[in-house]
Each structure stands twice: as structure tokens, then as C-alpha cells.
């Protein structure tokens, strides 16, 4: 239950305050007898099915934020690997077009490393480690050049590392300005159809629609008064559960209930606070350098591969024959 990412460590102040109302009801019993006892059961249940419904709906909520930056993050990296294989296959075999070609497909690798600085050094889930903030910068130093850093982040001549920089961040809509200059050039030295560079453009507009989108999930945080109303009805419910059950569980079995409670209520509280941002560096966020891992695997795979020659499996139209791979479902239908 220690696991790293596992909400249980964070619930360890709630764990012993309910232990110990657990054992002041314990002592309250013995002293008072049932007076001190809480009657109004029915009372006690609508309030528990009222606060159940308001932390199902804020960790339903929070799940779908998550699940929605899992999409946009998905959009980014697909769309990415759309735009170096179209670049690469469409360009005119040309000097100038290959020049281009590999700019944008480096380019593009950057505009994900400045993604991923961005949402790791902005929001709520901000790194405050100079080991990363550190590595972040080193990624994008690595892939520019002396003015493009110095556009990045303006006022550093020196390439400073992050952890020391002024600039917390730089603007990934600044990476996809310069993608489309590239291929505004390629398309006016005519070595770019109309048709394509108007479908790089709709590219880096989907990039830029994914981006934002992500921000904004980044940067929404649930509402303060609906956050509050959940904290003051969990604690009420649960530090005042056991001057309720005391009477008919005992000491032991109230302790158990509660801790159960506890961990139910606080538990989901604390899930849906972790998911609702998604993109810092905690162990539940989502890991987007590791993504960033497999991106660039795929993009040096795509440049590399711009000139490989394909087998030729049929030699001719009568030799095109799939059918031997349909007698495999039919046998792989009889051995089941």
C-alpha cells in the first residue's frame, strides 16, 4: 500500500485523528454511558449518501480530465509523427527540401521538449527539483541553436541552465511558427505542392488545438467553494461516525469502521485532487518525457528511412494472391 503513487502515505494525519476520536468516544461510553451518543440516524445517513455523491462526482470528474489529457497527449504525439512522415515523403528530392525536411523534423522534437518544460515548470504540479528543471533545459540547448534559445527565453545570452534561468518556460506556439516558415519556404522555392502545405498547416493548427487544450486542463482547478463544502462535510462525517457506532460495535470494531470510512472518503478526495492535474512530475502524472522517449525513436526511424528501397514480395498482378493468409484463421479456427 507504500507504493510509490499510492494515496494511502498521504491520508496518515486523517488515519490518527480518527484513531483518536475513535478512542475519546471509547472513554465519553464509559464515563457517559450512551447520553453524549449521537441519535439521529436517519439524519447521519442523508448526509453520508450527500457527501458520497459529492466525491463521486468530483473523482468522476478528475478521471475525466485525466483521461482527456491522455487524448490530447495521444493527438500531439500522432499528429507529430504525421507531419515528419508527410514531410519527408512529399518533399522534392532536392538539396534546399532536404535542408528544410530535416529542420522540421527537428523542430518538431523540439516542440515537444518545450511542451514538456512547459507543463513541468507551470501549474499547480510545478517541479521544484534542479536536477529536472536542469534536464529539461539541457533537452531543448541540445536542439537549437544560439538564436533560437535566445528566442525561447529572451535576456539569457549565456544558455543558462533551468534551474538557474529567469525564464521558467518557453512558448511551444513560438516552434510551431517557425515549422510553418519552413514549409512556406519549401512550398515558394516549389519544391512543396499546394495541397501539402495547406495539410502541414492544418497539422500545426491540430497541434496547437492539442496544446491549448492540455493547458487548460493543466490550469482548471476544481472550484473552491465546491472543494470546501466536500472537506467540511468528509470531516464532520467521519471524525463524528464514531460517537455514533460505539454503542453497537465496541471499541475494536469501531476503530476498523472508521479507519475504512477514513480512507474511503479521504481516500477518493485525495485521488481526485492527484488527477485533475495530470502533467507535473508526481508518480501518477502522466510521464510525458517518456513519451518524449518513444517520439524520438520514431522521428530518427522516419529520417532515417527517407531513402530505403522495399522488397518486392508480388513481381507481377497474377502473383498478388492473399488468400494463404485466410487458410490461417481457418486453421487457427479448427486447433480452437
Request: charged share 20%; with cysteine.
Amino acid at each position: 500500500l507504500t507504493y510509490s503513487g499510492s494515496a494511502i502515505p498521504h491520508l496518515g494525519p486523517q488515519l490518527v485523528l480518527a484513531m483518536g476520536v475513535c478512542f475519546l468516544a471509547e472513554f465519553l461510553y464509559q464515563v457517559y454511558d450512551d447520553q453524549f451518543l449521537f441519535k439521529a440516524p436517519t439524519a447521519f445517513s442523508v448526509i453520508g449518501v450527500l457527501l458520497s455523491f459529492l466525491i463521486v462526482f468530483k473523482t468522476q470528474t478528475a478521471y475525466n480530465q485525466f483521461w482527456q489529457a491522455t487524448t490530447h497527449v495521444d493527438g500531439i504525439l500522432q499528429t507529430t509523427r504525421a507531419v515528419a512522415i508527410s514531410v519527408m515523403t512529399t518533399f522534392k528530392d532536392q538539396p534546399e527540401a532536404g535542408k528544410e525536411a530535416r529542420r522540421i523534423v527537428r523542430l518538431l522534437t523540439l516542440h515537444f521538449f518545450v511542451i514538456i518544460e512547459f507543463f513541468q515548470r507551470t501549474g499547480m504540479n510545478t517541479t521544484t527539483d534542479p536536477k529536472i528543471q536542469d534536464r529539461l533545459r539541457g533537452d531543448i540547448r541540445f536542439l537549437t541553436g544560439p538564436y533560437e534559445f535566445q528566442t525561447l527565453y529572451p535576456e539569457e545570452e549565456h544558455m543558462p541552465s533551468g534551474s538557474c534561468s529567469g525564464n521558467r518556460c518557453a512558448n511551444p506556439t513560438t516552434v510551431l511558427f517557425w515549422i510553418q516558415k519552413c514549409v512556406s519556404k519549401v512550398h515558394d522555392l516549389g519544391l512543396c505542392t499546394a495541397p501539402m502545405q495547406a495539410t502541414l498547416q492544418n497539422y500545426g493548427a491540430t497541434l496547437m488545438n492539442h496544446f491549448w487544450a492540455l493547458n487548460k486542463i493543466d490550469k482548471t482547478q476544481f472550484p473552491l467553494p465546491y472543494a470546501q463544502i466536500v472537506k467540511l462535510l468528509t470531516m464532520f462525517y467521519v471524525y463524528t461516525l464514531p460517537l455514533r457506532i460505539i454503542d453497537e460495535t465496541g471499541l475494536p470494531g469501531t476503530i476498523i469502521v472508521t479507519l475504512l470510512v477514513t480512507v474511503g472518503f479521504y481516500g477518493l478526495d485525495e485521488v481526485a485532487e492527484v488527477l485533475e492535474s495530470p502533467l507535473g512530475c508526481d508518480p501518477n502524472d502522466i510521464d510525458l518525457r517518456r513519451y518524449g522517449r518513444r517520439l524520438v525513436y520514431d522521428l530518427g526511424m522516419i529520417y532515417e528511412s527517407r531513402d530505403v528501397q522495399l522488397d518486392t514480395v508480388f513481381a507481377d498482378e497474377d502473383s498478388f494472391d492473399l488468400a494463404p493468409l485466410l487458410e490461417t484463421y481457418k486453421s487457427r479456427k479448427q486447433l480452437g
